[in-house]
């Protein structure tokens, strides 16, 4: 497992790359792995007597010199008791932030992959009682279209959406929401991955002639590499399939490191091509 209080750190051209973790969580092993039988996930997957699965909640700082960019803030403390009870988040973030060295009042960018609770929980903390800001002083970036299908509340995933992750960004002015791809900051851009939900986005890397992509619940472990083992979770599961291959076809080739939202195991790794079939090679 991750220990959130050693972060691994690596180099990508001039920027350091530094792992941090909220912890781990429990999800239902089927809705993790779709139509794929339990036969077969369950080979790379352990799961508990009540079929839960453990997941990671993996947090990218990106140094880049000139800013400190943070992608994603995990489940965060703001669940309440009854969620708390059916994920089991250790709500680790702001400990492997001190760990690492870093305070949240030095961070200049927070980008959210997307709006679910399991990624954005640490946009905000509580302060007697309402959700302030995490990072004082930082721009958060997430997609128009997220936001506006979050404010839908759905009632195929309105539970996935708690408003005080990010209604609270969006009043006080921290956030700046876009439509489609965007350059944040130089060497790190934005585009679209839709499966997940419409409006997923994906997190690019660059510095020095390398390339990394932090692909969010586009693959969310190690274990959902191959193209066709998507979530129950997924709205729009050929799309995420599709995504996926795209992703591939430039990942592969160009040996980008890519980082897995929710592997607590295999943070990161390249993707290989070998006989037709898909596979991490952990770094």
Known sequence: MIDPLRPPR???GDFELVLLSDGTYVADGGAMFGVVPKSL???RVPADAENRITCGLNTLLVRTGKYNVVIETGIGPKLT?????????????????AAAGVSPDEIDVVINTHLHFDHCGWNTRLQDGKPVSTFPRAR???????????????ERDRVSYLTDNYDPLVRNGQAEVYRGEREIVPGISVRLSPGHTRDHQIVIIESGGSTACYIGDTVPTSAHVDPGWVMAYDLYPLETIASRRNLYAEAVPRQWLVVFTHDPVIPWAYIEEVEGKFRPRPV
């Open 10 to 12: 690596a180099r990508l």
């Open 81 to 97: 008791p009854r969620m708390a009870g059916h994920f089991h988040p250790q709500v680790k973030l702001m400990e492997s932030f």
């Open 41 to 43: 996930w369950s080979r």
């Open 140 to 154: 958060y970036f997430f997609q128009q279209g997220e936001l506006d299908h979050a404010h839908e509340q759905h």
